[in-house]
């Protein structure tokens, strides 16, 4: 490859294997025969102690504008004419790479859940269809550009959850993914319900005011000078006087720094500034909260803000609020006067997603177009949940009578599931569980996927400027979220949300099943 440079993050930020199978594809004929892939993941993040029952879809915005900017460049081309296999001699011929050059994959049809969506195991968050070659060549850049920021979402979403309505802001961007696996993160923990970003650049594109305070950094270049604390946030004050917020835990939370960023906030409101409050990045979280909540009062400032950072989770959340209630009880004072004035900043274990650091998703062949109809594809596995759901699919979601989505359903392309009838429906991997859903348990119905890309424009309902929409996906992430049952939501050990096929699409899951073991080579 001595000589090549190709394009980061273009065609070539693929696996080699797929454009091996693309060059076979191509030389058997096969590379422009219209084929589907479904891609999904298998099971939810398990964090160790702690476990999601649901993921939000995010990813999709950035993944289509790579779709609409992506191109084969004469730099890509020349890296495969270099490329040279075990026996020396060049692995993708001259047709093939001719071919390679006009690759779109504007070409292909793109079916997605929309980003913010709930969405649950084994069932299609996108679909992608089109010729069979450029289809496998887009599994890669997908799975890299959707699996990492639903998982972002997902636990940012958790983190909100856990925060009781109080605002999140994420602060990851210093220990994230290099470049931009970090933007990626920062932009789908806001899809996920965090109100800021501190990265800057991704607050800016995405209309958010970008979110921060101060380092201990110069608070101790003024220790180190002679001026002390005191004069590191009069300086801060002075330069942002309606902006004031001060980081109060450098070098006594509560015996140096609320006590000074009083006198600070005292001399603002004297100019006639209010100030924004005080952060805490240190020590017991819970029990300085409510005595810095507690001290401002005593000064009169019962309104300011109490950012909490350091390390925090939605676990550790819980934990802090559960915790506040009980100190601020033992002091007298109204714990949900504390817990109005926090904003959580969520780092490093929201940007990395500590504790599951990936998700499961697959990008898997399900159909093949032969003589104008569909010919199911499916894989067979030793492991009955790798067991493909075969086929053209639709994927339907119930809601019941309270109003909440009751089980996700994947049914053959030419089902049409009506509201108030009978429902005999099978556990996607286990074809011995089935249940019935009698009509009076399900009132509503949707389906999930959207057309987003075809005949090579986006045609997502209100175009690509809709498709960026990110107050859009946040209202749908909050939408679906609360149509969940309690018991998905709940942080540990969540009941777990069915997903389930039709009597028909078992029945053919079931015969192409039996099909390709018959085909085996017999001992």
């Not at 800016?204 to 002679?226: D, E, I, K």
Request: aromatic share 6%.
């Amino acid at each position: 490859m001595r000589g090549a440079n190709p394009t980061i993050g273009g065609i070539l930020s693929t696996d080699e294997y797929q454009l091996t199978m693309a060059q076979l594809y191509y030389r058997a004929g096969l590379h422009e025969r219209p084929a589907r892939f479904e891609h999904f993941f298998r099971s939810n993040p398990d964090y160790g102690e702690h476990q999601a029952g649901y993921c939000v879809a995010a990813g999709l915005h950035p993944f289509v504008e790579w779709l609409g900017a992506t191109r084969p460049r004469p730099s890509d081309v020349d890296a495969l004419r270099s490329h040279r296999g075990r026996g020396g001699r060049r692995l993708f011929d001259d047709a093939f790479c001719d071919w390679f050059r006009d690759v779109d994959p504007m070409a292909l049809r793109v079916e997605a859940v929309p980003e913010g969506r709930v969405v649950h195991p084994n069932t299609p968050m996108t679909v992608v269809e089109g010729p069979l070659a450029i289809a496998q060549l887009v599994e890669t850049p997908l799975l890299n550009r959707l699996n990492f920021p639903t998982l972002i979402a997902t636990k940012a979403s958790r983190v909100v959850e856990a925060s009781q309505g109080r605002p999140v802001l994420e602060f990851g961007l210093r220990r994230a993914a290099t470049g931009d696996g970090a933007d990626a993160a920062a932009r789908a923990a806001i899809v996920g319900g965090a109100v800021s970003t501190s990265n800057a650049a991704v607050g800016y594109r995405l209309g958010f005011t970008p979110a921060g305070t101060h380092a201990h950094s110069m608070v101790q270049l003024f220790l180190a000078l002679g001026g002390g604390e005191l004069a590191a946030f009069e300086a801060y004050a002075d330069c942002y006087p309606d902006d004031c917020l001060l980081l109060v835990d450098t070098v006594d939370t509560l015996h140096s720094g609320v006590p000074n960023a009083i006198r600070v906030f005292e001399g603002l409101r004297r100019r006639g500034h209010e100030p924004v409050g005080v952060r805490l990045d240190s020590g017991d979280l819970a029990y300085l909260a409510v005595q810095t909540a507690r001290m401002l009062d005593d000064a009169a400032f019962p309104d300011t803000t109490i950012v909490l950072s350091s390390q925090l989770d939605e676990i550790t959340i819980w934990q802090i609020l559960s915790q506040l209630a009980v100190e601020a009880r033992r002091i007298g004072m109204d714990a949900d006067h504390v817990v109005r004035r926090l904003v959580f900043g969520v780092g490093s274990r929201l940007a990395t997603s500590d504790g599951d650091s990936s998700l499961d998703g697959v990008y898997k062949l399900v159909a093949v177009e032969d003589e104008g109809r569909w010919l199911p594809a499916i894989k067979v596995s030793d492991t009955p949940a790798k067991v493909l759901n075969p086929g053209v699919k639709r994927l339907w979601r119930i809601y019941d009578e309270r109003g909440h989505s009751a089980a996700d359903v994947l049914s053959t392309d030419d089902e049409v599931l009506v509201p108030g009838t009978e429902l005999s429906l099978h556990h996607h991997a286990q074809n011995d569980t089935s249940r019935v859903v009698n009509p009076r348990d399900w009132s509503r119905i949707e389906q999930l996927p959207v057309v987003v890309v075809e005949d090579g424009d986006v045609v997502y309902p209100g175009g690509l400027e809709a498709l960026a929409d990110i107050d859009a996906a946040r209202k749908r992430r909050l939408a679906d979220v609360d149509a969940l049952d309690p018991g998905v939501r709940r942080l540990v050990n969540p009941h777990v949300y069915h997903v389930s096929i039709t009597t028909r699409l078992l029945d053919t899951k079931i015969a192409l099943v039996d099909q390709i073991l018959r085909s085996r080579p017999t001992q």
